[in-house]
């Protein structure tokens, strides 16, 4: 992973892990073990599966750039299903509070996404590949000597 990738990564995942630290306490105190275990649980699931996402969409946009959209609009499905099915084994548990869980998983998210927009804003992105430029040499349009 380039050192960009990997410093917009952390930009991302240390606030949604603050995050999560929180909303463990919140719920430990709300709900005591059962509810701090489901904080626990939805935002480690969040950010799994959101940084996961981050690392397919940023292989996605190196490598097959043509896919970048419909990779974004899939992974997003995909991320959807997952959690549903994963909600659907685990609606019957009482290895853990299911509300702290969902409240967890919901704060999570919203943070994850509301870093990733601030990471987006403050990165230095070219629009114009800088390497290309120096590949290609224009040519001279005058007169000839």
Avoid: C
Avoid at 7 to 25: C, E, K, M, W
Avoid at 63 to 81: D, I, K, S
Avoid at 91 to 102: E, G, V
Wanted: hydrophobic share 55%; net charge positive; aromatic share 8%.
């Amino acid at each position: 992973m380039p050192s960009k990738d990997a410093r917009n990564l952390l930009q991302i995942a240390v606030p949604t892990a603050i995050a999560g630290v929180i909303s463990v306490a919140v719920s430990a105190g709300v709900a005591g073990g059962k509810g701090a275990l489901g904080a626990a649980v939805g935002t480690v699931l969040a950010i799994l599966f959101m940084g996961i996402g981050l690392y397919v969409l940023q292989w996605t946009a190196k490598t097959l750039p043509q896919l970048f959209q419909m990779m974004g609009l899939l992974l997003y499905v995909a991320q959807l299903l997952l959690l549903l099915i994963f909600v659907a084994v685990f609606k019957d548990t009482s290895l853990f509070n299911a509300k702290t869980f969902a409240v967890s998983l919901v704060v999570a998210t919203v943070v994850w996404m509301a870093a990733q927009a601030r990471a987006h804003m403050k990165a230095k992105i070219f629009y114009v590949d800088p390497d290309s430029a120096k590949s290609e040499k224009p040519e001279k349009t005058g007169p000839k000597p």
